[in-house]
């Protein structure tokens, strides 16, 4: 069974992470590239795992050195980010290089969030956003980072399996219309998510 949250019995000590970092990192790097999909001008969407959640609260306990009093608080933000079995969870990005251009995208996009979705075959699943914080304002703008969580039925995770499973992912916000078809490599990366 795949591990679905992380312990402080399953972390590397700082000084063992030191010397396997970058290793470390090389080989996340070339597994999270079939995780990701591009979305529109300006959105990425990150499939988290229990292995990219693990590296960062690795990278989190290396960059700050909070030593073991740091431990339960990463573990509090990151293990909610790793699929429980039924669901695929997306760290989305939206980046914008340009300040002023940033500003005005994201005042155009609140409630994004809700507006998420992936399309198997047919059958949307709409995405739910983390509840940890409202990320977008009274004032209508949106954060650049949101958490969703995609929560399927046993039916439609079958369909995402099928070799070949036709799966959009997209959002059907009024400013912010936009669809990306997952490549196979994908869609079979993100199928092993699931129980």
């Not at 999270?32 to 999909?37: A, E, F, T, Y």
């Not at 009093?69 to 699929?83: F, S, T, V």
Request: include cysteine; hydrophobic fraction near 40%.
């Amino acid at each position: 069974m795949r591990k679905r949250e992380i312990t402080a019995d399953d972390l590397m000590s700082v000084e063992a992470y030191a010397k396997v970092r970058k290793e470390r990192r090389t080989a996340l790097v070339q597994r999270k590239r079939l995780r990701r999909l591009e979305i529109g001008p300006y959105c990425s969407m990150h499939f988290e795992n229990y292995e990219s959640m693990w590296f960062q609260v690795q990278e989190m306990l290396y960059i700050e050195k909070g030593g073991p009093e740091q431990i339960p608080g990463e573990l509090a933000a990151y293990n909610p980010l790793i699929p429980k079995g039924a669901e695929l969870v997306a760290t989305v990005l939206f980046e914008i290089d340009d300040p002023d251009k940033r500003k005005a995208v994201l005042s155009h996009l609140g409630g994004v969030e809700n507006s998420a979705f992936i399309e198997v075959d047919g059958a949307r699943v709409m995405g739910v956003p983390e509840a940890d914080q409202d990320r977008t304002t009274d004032e209508g703008k949106a954060s650049s980072v949101q958490f969703i969580h995609f929560p399927f039925q046993p039916q439609q995770i079958a369909a995402f399996r099928k070799p070949g499973a036709r799966v959009l992912v997209g959002f059907s916000h009024p400013q912010y219309g936009h669809i990306a078809v997952a490549p196979e490599p994908v869609r079979a990366a993100l199928a092993d998510d699931f129980d």
